[in-house]
Nanobody, 119 residues
Framework: QVQLVESGGGLVQPGGSLRLSCAAS????????MAWYRQAPGKERELVAG???????NYADSVKGRFTVSRDNAKNTVYLQMNSLKPEDTAVYYC?????????????WGKGTQVTVSS
C-alpha cells in the first residue's frame, strides 16, 4: 500500500526556516519523481518544487532561491528546506509521488502538513 506521510510543518515568523519531510512507502521510491505542492486558503493548489528519480529539480518562480528540494533514497524520504519564509508561503503542503501510467490515477498524495508564516 502506497503511503506518503508529511511532517515538519508549523508556525514560523517571517524570515524563518522550516524543513518538511515526506516519508514514502509501498513503492520503489528511488526511481519515482516526487514533488511538493501547496494550497493556501481560497487559492488553487500549486506546484512548489519537484525532484526526479535522478535528482533533477525544478521550482516555482515564487520560491526559487529560498526553497530547496532533496531526497534520500536510502531513507525513502523527500525533503523541502524552506528559508526566508514569507506570509504568502502560508499553506498546506502536500507530498506527491508520480507512480507512473500503470498506477491507477498515476499520482499519490499525502495528507498534507500546515505551514503558517506569521508574526
Amino acid at each position: 500500500q502506497v503511503q506518503l506521510v508529511e511532517s515538519g510543518g508549523g508556525l514560523v515568523q517571517p524570515g524563518g526556516s522550516l524543513r518538511l519531510s515526506c516519508a514514502a512507502s509501498g513503492f520503489t521510491f528511488s526511481i519515482r519523481d516526487m514533488a511538493w505542492y501547496r494550497q493556501a486558503p481560497g487559492k488553487e493548489r500549486e506546484l512548489v518544487a519537484g525532484i526526479t528519480g535522478g535528482g533533477s529539480t525544478n521550482y516555482a518562480d515564487s520560491v526559487k532561491g529560498r526553497f530547496t528540494v532533496s531526497r534520500d533514497n536510502a531513507k525513502n524520504t523527500v525533503y523541502l528546506q524552506m528559508n526566508s519564509l514569507k506570509p504568502e508561503d502560508t499553506a498546506v503542503y502536500y507530498c506527491v509521488a508520480d507512480l507512473g501510467y500503470t498506477f491507477p490515477g498515476r499520482y499519490s498524495w499525502g495528507k498534507g502538513t500546515q505551514v503558517t508564516v506569521s508574526s
